[in-house]
T-cell receptor, first 115, second 111 residues
């Protein structure tokens, strides 16, 4: 248990479905991240939130919609996904950027399969 | 363009062997380099390196950074089957909430 909890751990959805991934951290961190992990590719940063404000959006398609209601919770809303979106989605948290303590703590990931 | 390259991509060794994993980078305004171990779950933090030539050590694992040649190595001595995992390297620049990851090295230790 890392202190970052992701649910669900596995998700299968059709291309017309709407679903959400949830992430919760109990570490008192102020920054939260979504990463996409595909086979044989580096982790791709999708979104970053610092103190609930989105600070990075790496040209992610609009079918992925993040939400950060507070510093402990992060959601990724999924809508009309494509089969190539099938991947492991990792949530991470860290201390706020300017603190210098920039070590990511990851959740176990949500394995998404789009049919 | 900032990037991180890890080698080898995969490695199979026998228990008791020593392995060296490599991470080279091209990142402007370098702040730190991180190593993670990923089994079938969350990547777990191993080391953070900020200064050249200072070895970080934890049990059988050790790591060192060379900021002049822009690389880091992760050594594992007397490998065990529990060391089987993907080892990820990430480089952190001074600006922005960005962590640049490599593709990882998949290590398999066979009995």
């Amino acid at each position: 248990e890392t202190g970052v909890t992701q649910t669900p751990r596995h998700l299968v959805m059709g291309m017309t479905n709407k679903k959400s991934l949830k992430c919760e951290q109990h570490l008192g961190h102020n920054a939260m991240y979504w990463y996409k992990q595909s086979a044989k590719k580096p982790l791709e940063l999708m979104f970053v939130y610092n103190f609930k404000e989105q600070t990075e959006n790496n040209s992610v398609p609009s079918r992925f919609s993040p939400e950060c209601p507070n510093s402990s919770h992060l959601f990724l809303h999924l809508h009309t996904l494509q089969p190539e979106d099938s991947a492991l989605y990792l949530c991470a948290s860290s201390q706020e950027w300017t603190s210098g303590a920039n070590v990511l703590t990851f959740g176990a990931g949500s394995r998404l399969t789009v049919l | 363009e900032d990037k991180v390259v890890q080698s080898p991509l995969s490695l199979v060794v026998h228990e008791g062997d020593t392995v060296t994993l490599n991470c080279s980078y091209e990142v402007t305004n370098f702040r730190s380099l991180l190593w993670y171990k990923q089994e079938k779950k969350a990547p777990t933090f191993l080391f953070m390196l900020t200064s050249s030539g200072i070895e970080k050590k934890s049990g059988r694992l050790s790591s060192i950074l060379d900021k002049k040649e822009l690389f880091s190595i992760l050594n594992i001595t007397a490998t065990q089957t529990g060391d089987s995992a993907v080892y990820l390297c990430a480089v952190v620049p001074n600006t922005g909430n960005q962590f640049y990851f490599g593709t990882g090295t998949s290590l398999t230790v066979i009995p």
